[in-house]
């Protein structure tokens, strides 16, 4: 058995149960990672930009991005450098696991 | 870590969320199934002894006080991670938890028991939190 994690889903119970309104909002997830979290939620929400600093984890985001997600765009960018270049507003920040 | 929170500030709408979810820092534990019985085995210890941990929940405290946030809901959840052997869980620990150390004692207890299976129970906060 390859290690599982969270397969009780206890996370997105958790965050679905105290926030669930991003229908149409557009997100930013700070500190994806793989991409674990984000397509617990991103199917509900109207646009995602995921950033991650940590190349292998951007690289394994990419590989596990589902082809019906497409507006989901990850960016291998920390938080600052993002922050300097980019013009957009958002509806939502997500801090996964990285403050 | 508060520059960071006043970075995410900037980049919120007026009435942006922000969702924060962030480990507890309270020492995740590991647990040993053989059939149907679960045992403790001990805790995770971390070479710096969970501090980034108290400075995020110092950091997220500042920012509600610079008025940038409200806190509007909060609870916590425990995120189960499953493995078949500490070998197993040590290769995923080196990529995704680099500071985590499994104590001897774990290893002993889960070998005491012959566990089939391990798990680590971590902790885990969540906040939604309202631009102000």
């Known amino acids: ?99 | 870590m508060v520059h960071a929170l006043e970075a995410i500030h900037g980049l919120l709408e007026p009435d942006g969320i922000l969702i924060d979810l962030r480990p507890k820092g309270i020492p995740a534990e590991f647990w040993g199934y053989r059939g149907e019985t679960a045992d403790f085995l001990g805790h995770l210890q971390e070479t710096d002894d969970f501090i980034e941990y108290r400075h995020a929940a110092w950091a997220m405290e500042q920012a509600i006080d610079n008025k940038w946030f409200h806190l509007q809901a909060s609870g916590e959840y425990d995120f189960i991670v499953h493995a078949d052997s500490f070998d197993e869980l040590k290769v995923h620990l080196a990529i995704e938890w680099t500071d985590a150390v499994i104590p001897e004692e774990v290893r002993a207890n889960a070998a005491s028991i012959q566990a089939e299976k391990i798990t680590l129970r971590d902790f885990i906060h969540i906040g939604i939190l309202t631009r102000t």
């Not at chain 1, 557009?26 to 995602?48: F, H, K, M, P, Q």
Request: glycine share 10%; with cysteine.
């Open chain 1, 1 to 99: 058995m390859p290690i599982l994690l969270d397969p009780e889903q206890n996370e997105t119970h958790a965050l679905l149960s105290l926030f669930n309104d991003f229908a149409g909002k557009s997100v930013l997830e700070i500190g994806c990672g793989d991409g674990r979290l984000t397509w617990r939620y991103a199917d509900r929400a109207g646009n995602v930009i995921a950033i991650e600093p940590d190349a292998g984890k951007y690289a394994a985001a990419l590989k596990g991005h589902p082809n019906e997600l497409g507006h989901v765009l990850f960016l291998n960018l920390g938080l600052e450098p993002f922050a300097a270049r980019n013009k957009e507003k958002f509806d939502i920040a997500i801090l996964a696991w990285s403050l």
